[in-house]
């Protein structure tokens, strides 16, 4: 035979017109001095390794460095700011805002040439490119080859080969060195 049951006592809690128990908590929670304190919650995030947080904007201009050929936002950065490409050129390149390009070199800590050195890059590439067609018009396939011939071969004087490209003879001069050509000694003609 089984034992009956001891008989179950049933506490009635007293609770207040607004049902809150006077114990400490609402009817049929433990009262405050049974549930101990919530432990204090840490609010430090620490991140070790290579770990960086994208937005969507950074995924979204990634993506876009990606389909201009380049590897990575960064990547892009540096060789179009190498480049002296304008901040509304990147803009346009990128689909986003001056603003936003501007940002994005700061953060990647990369340093533009000053306004001065990027217009006399310019004005050089447009002299080169100018000069270059003019060698062609002479029907060389280079600027290096014209040279040589009027220079090395024929042996004209910086002022001659000025004179036929209209340039001023410190130009001829600059692009003898940067195609490692010598300059041949002045003659008495």
Request: with cysteine; proline share 6%; glycine share 8%.
């Amino acid at each position: 035979m089984v034992p009956p049951s001891p008989p179950v006592t049933r506490l009635s809690q007293v609770t207040s017109s607004a049902e809150v128990s006077r114990s400490g908590g609402a009817p049929g929670t433990p009262s405050a001095w049974e549930t101990p304190p919530a432990a204090p919650a840490r609010c430090d995030l620490l991140i070790t390794g290579g770990f960086g947080v994208v937005d969507r904007q950074q995924r979204r201009l990634h993506h876009r460095a990606n389909t201009l050929g380049f590897t990575d936002l960064h990547g892009y950065l540096v060789a179009r700011c190498h480049d002296d490409a304008s901040l509304a050129q990147l803009a346009s390149e990128l689909h986003t805002t001056i603003d936003v390009i501007c940002r994005l070199i700061d953060q990647a800590g990369i340093q533009r040439s000053s306004p001065k050195v990027r217009s006399a890059r310019r004005r050089r590439l447009a002299t080169d490119q100018r000069l270059i067609e003019q060698a062609g018009q002479f029907g060389f396939a280079d600027l290096g080859a014209y040279l040589a011939d009027r220079v090395t071969r024929r042996a004209w004087t910086l002022v001659q080969v000025a004179g036929e490209l209209g340039v001023d003879r410190n130009t001829v001069r600059d692009r003898l060195d940067a195609y490692g050509l010598a300059r041949g000694r002045p003659t008495g003609r």
